[in-house]
């Protein structure tokens, strides 16, 4: 009985941290542990779909940063802003890409490579610039 009110003073929680705020993709991701947990799986599902597209949205926002910044020649920040972006979302392949581009500009080839090739098998038809 304990175990059942601990896990639902944590749903209350993780739902208060949803609505301070509704951008945070790990306050999803916990809440949805926890109802699955619990055997809420419809609620789990909805919560780890909602936890993924948060992700997928703040990827995108890294890799646009990184690509400001490869743009004006901060190789480096560029290729951490992309490391980011594909921590958040593996497949990701655009940003292996670009990552790809600054290792070749780099002189670091068998990494550029390894990207490329990553981002190939991720996404065959992506678009080579």
């Given at each position: ?49 909602k936890s993924i597209e948060l992700e ?10 990184g690509l400001n910044k490869y743009k ?14 594909i921590a958040l979302d593996w497949r ?38």
């Amino acid at each position: 009985m304990q175990i059942h009110k601990q896990g639902e003073a944590d749903l209350e929680k993780f739902s208060r941290e949803i609505e301070d705020n509704p951008f945070d993709s790990m306050a999803y991701y916990k809440r949805a542990t926890l109802k699955a947990e619990m055997g809420d799986l419809v609620g789990a599902s909805q919560d780890f779909k909602k936890s993924i597209e948060l992700e997928m949205q703040e990827a995108r926002e890294y890799f646009s940063l990184g690509l400001n910044k490869y743009k004006k020649g901060n190789l480096r920040e560029a290729s951490a802003l992309f490391d980011k972006a594909i921590a958040l979302d593996w497949r990701f392949a655009e940003a292996y890409y670009q990552r790809g581009k600054i290792k070749i500009d780099l002189g670091e080839y068998t990494a550029a490579m390894e990207d490329f090739s990553t981002a190939i098998k991720l996404n065959k038809d992506l678009k080579f610039s």
